[in-house]
């Protein structure tokens, strides 16, 4: 795959498209442009641009895609399999300046947005509304982001990723074209399904200039407990059961010793440590919160729980909850001169237990650091691994536990990725999980982006 290198005449004319202040080939911003939170290597772009609206982003494909020239949408850089990185250089989007939240409309449970709003930022504007936006990824991730790679979080047992809290999404096309996918109603059977096409796709198929996203009401109450279990096989198990026992929880999460060690360490929160699980419940009578997690108790205990504490207050878990946000970058900070891969499979509920126990037996086998949790009542896991960042010999290892795991987690019938995208390190995968179906997402590829300057290096594996 080629491209043209953008010369001095391509980079004034694209001055001219916007303004010279918002194209810039300066040093400091190419590096801070060519790599996101991942492992993978850094790729500077020819330049940097910060469009301020959908048709200056029509204006800058358009011509892109005439002079043959790769881009690649940037929203805040959390990206954790390279997603971002423009591996063919090219030109980089910033929708750093597209950060407007356009209209709420408390009645439709919706607000219009554009891509480069942060999604704390969309809450905090809703906090006297009464409303949320659900998906909560943890990093200081954009809207647009988060429906570029389907985001979720701690609640996506309950609200979903962001395929299910996006409804309408205004999208600008390889050639500049711009369509709208999706509508403003909750229910429609109207033509193919364009918008959950977009969703996921990061970048590679069309850029999104605006999104209207779905609200939830806060919840009026809520009671959390932390349940902690021998073993991590143990706690998986206990997912298992809670689910099957037709509860719905708000967030389910699993965290492992090691994940607890490091909380109680720099947050002294004084957790049980061992293998927990962090469990809230949202509602609006008390007794109906009380009953649910008398329920989970004694499910836990059938489970083999050797620790049950409920009914946390507010402040410890706020606490919590914090500290569970911040626990990538906990990790990171815990272990300087290495480097962290985070593994994101996702599997069914039954076959959660068995991909916990193996993805610790494969990463026990070895010296290097390693942490399991995840989103477990959605059957999202999520293993960091710690390595020395200039050891050859580690980074087999670490790859060879990357392979067997996905591996494992798709021939279960799970996925290479449940929240953070093919990106670079997924797309070997591809294959594997979707066979023949890589083919047409190919010819899709082709047949809106015929040049493939749209995020090139994504996604396919032939494609780098």
């Not at 080629?2 to 190419?30: A, C, M, W, Y």
């Not at 402040?315 to 480097?339: F, M, V």
């Amino acid at each position: 795959m080629k491209f043209q290198s953008p010369t001095k005449k391509h980079i004034q004319l694209l001055k001219d498209i916007l303004s010279p202040e918002r194209v810039s080939s300066g040093q400091s911003n190419l590096d801070l442009h060519s790599i996101d939170q991942s492992h993978h290597p850094p790729s500077r772009p020819d330049a940097v641009l910060w469009p301020i609206n959908a048709q200056e982003v029509s204006d800058i494909l358009a011509f892109a895609n005439q002079e043959n020239i790769s881009v690649t949408a940037w929203g805040s850089g959390s990206s954790l399999e390279g997603n971002p990185i423009p591996v063919f250089k090219g030109l980089v989007l910033d929708f750093t300046y597209m950060n407007r939240i356009l209209q709420i409309r408390e009645k439709d449970f919706q607000a219009d947005v554009e891509p480069g709003v942060i999604y704390q930022r969309l809450n905090t504007r809703l906090k006297h509304t009464g409303l949320f936006f659900a998906p909560d990824p943890g990093a200081h991730a954009t809207i647009g982001g988060i429906i570029a790679n389907n985001a979720g979080g701690i609640r996506s047992v309950r609200y979903g990723s962001a395929r299910q809290n996006v409804l309408q999404i205004k999208v600008v096309l390889a050639n500049g074209e711009q369509i709208t996918a999706g509508s403003r109603s909750l229910k429609t059977s109207s033509g193919y399904d364009l918008l959950d096409l977009f969703v996921g796709s990061e970048g590679t198929l069309g850029l999104i200039t605006e999104a209207t996203v779905r609200l939830r009401g806060l919840p009026e109450r809520s009671v959390a407990a932390i349940v902690s279990f021998p073993s991590v096989k143990m706690a998986a198990k206990a997912v298992f059961d809670i689910i099957r026992s037709g509860l719905e929880p708000a967030a389910l999460e699993m965290i492992d010793t090691n994940c607890i060690r490091l909380i109680n360490r720099e947050d002294s929160i004084g957790i049980n440590e061992s293998p927990s699980l962090f469990i809230e419940f949202y509602g609006v009578a008390k007794a109906q919160l009380e009953q649910e997690m008398d329920m989970v108790r004694e499910i836990s205990r059938h489970a083999g729980a050797n620790g049950f504490v409920s009914g946390i207050g507010d402040r410890d878990r706020n606490a919590l909850l914090k500290a569970r946000y911040e626990l990538g970058e906990k990790i990171r900070r815990s272990h300087p001169g290495r480097t962290h891969i985070v593994l994101d499979v996702a599997v069914p509920i039954s076959s959660f237990p068995e991909t916990v126990s193996f993805a610790k037996q494969e990463s026990s086998v070895t010296d290097i650091p390693f942490y399991i949790f995840g989103h477990a009542g959605s059957g999202n896991l999520h293993l960091v691994l710690m390595g020395k960042t200039d050891d050859p010999t580690e980074w087999a290892a670490i790859d060879r536990i990357n392979e067997s795991i996905v591996e494992m987690a798709i021939r279960q019938g799970g996925t290479a990725t449940g929240e953070h995208g093919v990106g670079i390190g997924k797309k070997k995968f591809m294959f594997t999980e979707h066979g023949t179906g890589l083919k047409w997402m190919h010819n899709i590829k082709k047949l809106l982006d015929p040049q493939g300057i749209l995020n090139p290096g994504k996604i396919f594996p032939l494609s780098k």
